[in-house]
DNA sequence: GTCTATAGCCTGATAGAC
DNA sequence: GTCTATCAGGCTATAGAC
């Protein structure tokens, strides 16, 4: 049972971060105001700056703050036990499972390799991609040792993001089904051919 | 020789398209302001009214103009000649080399894909994408007779562009280096993974 | 910690001269 | 077709009461 403060600001900062998140994932920086944020929220405008110095800070505790949560959850599918291909099969299973569940995540990641700038990419890269990163480029070197480990771990993400990436577009494309969004049959491609089933 | 028209009007319509399509690939629409287009080209904001009824037209005018451009030159990968492989390291070579050499249309894309309504993405799948997706789920269907054919050619897709999505950021990633952002290197990465080279 | 009020700037868009 | 001038409103951020 936590002891309780004397004031609430911690509590409050957290909500801001919270409600503020789906917002910049949805709409962007530029996108969203600091009235809006206020409405979400439930404040006045002004009580923001209480919390945090200016709009700027906001978003990027607002980024750390969900991108520290998915670092762990992304870590906890890369143990090391069993067959590189089973390990690969966990993974992919795990990693799509967790993109599927979390669009704003998706979307502030594509936001930020589109806008961010030299300190977020490199806050992005050390807080979350590095580690499950060295991981899966250690996965990739086992099951292709000729291969680029680097060039064979940005593709395996990418085999699974792209799919969400273009859910908003797929729709429109010849042979969109409502399966294509599945993230077992997501995963379940992207294992295919990553293990040689297809095109051989 | 084409005739000289009574007024010029056509020929700055197309100089504002030209100038602003660089500006809302790498700002976004709302990172933008029609004073930032005007400056650009060398007229009054005023004057932009003049050729569009409002900065929406005016987007969406300019995001026509350059997914016009891509559709025919991506088009061109794509002829029925020599072997399925052939066929494939064809397109996938010339596709990363367009990719690799417009870096405003993969903004452009990228931006759309988050942010496009069901309008402008009905749009780019029509204009752009409508054709070589056909060709290129022919080809996928040729090389994996028993894999969805959709989700492949999705997969290829995203296996290109998805490098170039990351630049940004592979830079702060382990074992990134310069040759990772040839499209020569990338082109033969793909390649090798989808013909089975690699995992097997 | 939160409020109301507001400063100062930037925004999209328009009016009307030339 | 382009200009200058301007409007009405939204924006970030601050001041000061409670």
Chains 1, 2 share one sequence.
Request: net charge neutral; charged share 25%; proline share 4%.
């Amino acid at each position: 049972m936590p002891i309780k403060k004397p004031t609430d600001s911690v509590g409050t900062a957290q909500v801001i971060l919270d409600k503020s998140l789906p917002l910049f994932a949805r709409s962007g920086f530029t996108g969203v105001s600091m009235r809006d944020i206020a409405k979400a929220v439930g404040i006045s405008g002004a009580a923001l700056y209480h919390h945090y110095s200016d709009k700027q800070s906001l978003y990027v505790a607002a980024m750390s703050h969900a991108f520290a949560d998915k670092a762990s959850s992304i870590q906890s599918a890369l143990d090391n036990t069993g067959t590189p291909e089973q390990r690969l099969e966990r993974f992919v299973t795990s990693f799509t499972e967790q993109m599927a569940n979390d669009p704003d995540f998706r979307a502030l990641l594509q936001r930020e390799l589109l806008d961010g700038d030299e300190k977020r990419l490199k806050l992005l890269a050390d807080k979350v991609f590095i580690e499950p990163f060295n991981a899966i480029k250690q996965l990739a070197q086992e099951m292709a040792l000729d291969c680029d480990a680097h060039l064979l771990a940005i593709s395996m993400a990418g085999l699974i993001l792209f799919h969400f990436e273009t859910e908003s577009i797929r729709r429109y494309l010849p042979g969109g089904l409502k399966k294509h969004n599945d993230p077992k049959v997501i995963a379940q491609h992207v294992i295919s051919l990553l293990t040689g089933a297809i095109g051989k």
